[in-house]
């Protein structure tokens, strides 16, 4: 089945500086790579997701780069913000109806 | 807010004992999925229902079982709980096949 790794498993920056999280997969039948951030005591939050027919995408300060020969795909936070502070996980799903495998999450900790 | 709602957001509970986890999707998702999100074993699925019936399972235990009813919420079953049971139970909903889930916001259920 799937797997996903995810690096690191922590993350300090300062206010301002950029972050970056990556994960591997190992199905190559995956096609959709969800982002979520999830806050102390909350719920998985969906940030941004990309399907493999796309490269790269961008919401404001966020971006998801999809490699899928070499089966990677990262996160880049540009102008970290203390309030970004959280643990973020990165999935993969064959999309349809099968379930998202998770990554095994980055606590990023920005510091004003 | 993800629209996802689940009650109870904490449950307490010895071992041998057995709850029941509710969750209502987001209005107008037909499908349900639940996870348990542990320190040890992270963000797991457990099993999806689309518009009332059973479509994947995933690691599952025997002692627990799940429906959905002609409402579209849903309900895990947890029984003979044991101290490992202790975990974060969390659902997602999504539009049909679609594979974007949203979270709700977790029942923290802890066994003694």
């Known amino acids: 089945g799937e797997n996903v790794e995810q690096h690191p498993s922590t993350l300090s920056v300062q206010e301002g500086d950029s972050a970056v999280i990556k994960c591997t997969y190992s199905?190559?039948?995956?096609?959709?790579f969800p982002w979520y951030k999830q806050e102390l005591g909350k719920g998985p939050q969906l940030i941004i997701d990309?399907?493999?027919?796309?490269g790269e995408k961008k919401d404001q300060r966020i971006a998801v780069t999809l490699n899928k020969t070499a089966k990677h795909f990262s996160l880049h936070i540009t102008e970290t913000q203390p309030e970004d502070s959280a643990v973020y996980f990165c999935a993969a799903s064959q999309g349809g109806f099968q379930k998202l495998v998770f990554g095994t999450g980055t606590r990023l900790l920005v510091s004003p | 807010d993800s629209g996802v709602t689940q009650t109870p957001k904490h449950l307490i509970t010895a071992t041998g004992q057995r709850v029941t986890l509710r969750c209502s999707p987001r209005?107008?998702?037909?499908?349900v999925y639940w996870y348990q999100q542990s320190l040890d074993q992270g963000l797991q699925f457990l099993i999806h229902y689309y518009n009332g019936e059973e479509r994947a399972k995933g690691n599952i235990l025997e002692r627990f079982s799940a429906q959905q009813f002609p409402d579209l919420h849903s309900e895990l079953n947890l029984s003979s709980l044991e101290l490992g049971d202790s975990a974060l139970y969390f659902c997602?909903?999504?539009?049909?096949?679609?594979?974007?889930?949203?979270f709700g916001p977790g029942t923290r259920l802890l066994v003694l």
């Open positions: 209005s107008g998702d037909l499908s």
């Open positions: 990309i399907r493999s027919n796309v």
């Open positions: 199905d190559s039948a995956s096609n959709y």
């Open positions: 997602a909903s999504s539009v049909d096949s679609s594979e974007t889930q949203y």
